[in-house]
């Protein structure tokens, strides 16, 4: 049973970089033929897809965040991170780490999400 | 503002059926992506409850169906019960965006 965990601080300053882990455990992210990635809920609002990175490497962002985004792998700890840099207010949410199998487009495994607040 | 658009939220008595829809445009639904939905509990992971328009995930009670025209698709829930009480939201792809998500549905049940 694939499971995911997300970790990281829960309060970023104002133009500081949020910096989140997930940890994957019941499948490996490098045998995996999968796009691991990150979604958002801020309050009030809907969910927002921030990005993910395939088993090899390639990634893919929203183009509304790509130019603060960076999703990475660290297959010896079988995780993957997230990184935003210069963080807004707006930028509070529950930040959810997913899992898509390659063949599809839609999201089988889900973290419990970790609320991130951004607030001096 | 949501690429999808769905309505903010919807209710009904037990025993009852609801629809939500979900509004898309010719660079997404439109376009034959695929619609997906999800059901989410408070303080707990999303959860695919509908995917490839109309297919369910083992373990999900055929109460619940999807379906997809033109550039909307559309969920209905069937003998409506307390537990089905949730935010639900669709998802798709976009040709320009990648994945998109619609801005999500309470479902208030009566």
């Known amino acids: 049973q694939l499971q995911l965990q997300e970790s990281g601080p829960g309060l970023v300053k104002p133009s500081e970089t949020l910096s989140l882990t997930c940890s994957v455990s019941?499948?490996?992210?490098?045998?995996?033929?999968?796009?691991w990635g990150w979604i958002r809920q801020s309050p009030g609002t809907g969910l927002e897809w921030i990005g993910y990175i395939y088993y090899s490497g390639s990634t893919y962002y929203n183009p509304s965040l790509k130019s603060r985004v960076t999703i990475a792998v660290d297959t010896s700890k079988n995780q993957f991170s997230l990184s935003l840099i210069s963080v807004i207010a707006a930028d509070t949410a529950v930040y959810y780490c997913?899992?898509?199998?390659?063949?599809?487009?839609?999201?089988?495994?889900w973290g419990q999400g970790t609320l991130v607040s951004v607030s001096s | 503002q949501s690429v999808l658009t769905q309505p903010p939220s919807v209710s009904g008595a037990p025993g009852q059926r609801v629809t939500i829809s979900c509004t898309g445009s010719?660079?997404?639904?439109?376009?034959?992506?695929?619609v997906h939905w999800y059901q989410h509990l408070p303080g707990s992971a999303p959860k695919l409850l509908i995917y490839e328009n109309s297919k369910r995930p083992s373990g999900v009670p055929d109460r619940f169906s999807g379906s997809q025209s033109g550039t909307s698709g559309s969920l209905a829930i069937t003998g409506l019960q307390a537990e089905d009480e949730a935010e639900y939201y669709c998802q798709s792809y976009d040709r320009r965006l990648s994945i998109v998500f619609g801005g999500g549905t309470k479902l208030t049940v009566l």
């Open positions: 010719s660079s997404n639904i439109g376009a034959a992506y695929d």
């Open positions: 997913a899992r898509r199998s390659a063949a599809v487009r839609y999201f089988q495994n």
């Open positions: 019941g499948d490996f992210i490098s045998g995996s033929d999968s796009y």
